[in-house]
T-cell receptor
Framework: DAKTTQPNSMESNEEEPVHLPCNHS???????IHWYRQLPSQGPEYVIH???SNVNNRMASLAIAEDRKSSTLILHRATLRDAAVYYCILRDGDVNDMRFGAGTRLTVKP | DTEVTQTPKHLVMGMTNKKSLKCEQHMGHRAMYWYKQKAKKPPELMFV???????INESVPSRFSPECPNSSLLNLHLHALQPEDSALYLCASSQLRGDPYNEQFFGPGTRLTVL
């Protein structure tokens, strides 16, 4: 399985943008890049996913490097509610089963 | 309804007890999953069901026995557990297994403590 590497933790100030990086240098051409987050005492929730092009939705933006070996999840204005563990996960078209890496614990300071 | 429900929220059991965890979804999803999550660790995949048939058992001990009675319901039967099995047990569902375009929906989990 292609692996992802994320920083263990990051801090942000409330109402400022947050850029969460993910490296996936062994990504294959059919791997989709998915992001999930897990708020305290909750199950993980889907944030966004993409293949090659940058993606936007109501929660976040996903910027994918041209060579696809890295990506960045962008929260445009962090709120206290965004404090969570963020997981970057590669999913290919053959096997749907998700494998979580260690993720990045995001702390948002007021 | 985009919700996965899990019962109970909390469960305390002795090592000789038999108990069951229940998971339900009404989104018409045909793939359902059990994950185990220890404190401060990421979720680990345990079982995958696709069209009510077990597709993957990630070398989980036989004291954990999954069951998928119908497309909406997933159970995890527990027997003779060990204290190290104490964890958050998460259920998830997705439209299909083998489809990277769609998300998995997770329930809130059952917090299990084995005494």
């Amino acid at each position: 399985d292609a692996k992802t590497t994320q920083p263990n933790s990051m801090e942000s100030n409330e109402e400022e943008p947050v850029h969460l990086p993910c490296n996936h240098s062994t990504i294959s051409g059919t791997d989709y890049i998915h992001w999930y987050r897990q708020l305290p005492s909750q199950g993980p929730e889907y944030v966004i996913h993409g293949l090659t092009s940058n993606v936007n939705n109501r929660m976040a933006s996903l910027a994918i490097a041209e060579d696809r070996k890295s990506s960045t999840l962008i929260l445009h204005r962090a709120t206290l509610r965004d404090a969570a563990v963020y997981y970057c996960i590669l999913r290919d078209g053959d096997v749907n089963d998700m494998r979580f890496g260690a993720g990045t614990r995001l702390t948002v300071k007021p | 309804d985009t919700e996965v429900t899990q019962t109970p929220k909390h469960l305390v059991m002795g090592m000789t007890n038999k108990k069951s965890l229940k998971c339900e979804q009404h989104m018409g999803h045909r793939a359902m999953y059990w994950y185990k999550q220890k404190a401060k660790k990421p979720p680990e995949l345990m079982f995958v069901y696709s069209y009510e048939k077990l597709s993957i058992n990630e070398s989980v001990p036989s004291r954990f026995s999954p069951e998928c009675p119908n497309s909406s319901l997933l159970n995890l039967h527990l027997h003779a557990l060990q204290p190290e099995d104490s964890a958050l047990y998460l259920c998830a569902s997705s439209q299909l297994r083998g489809d990277p375009y769609n998300e998995q929906f997770f329930g809130p989990g059952t917090r299990l403590t084995v005494l």
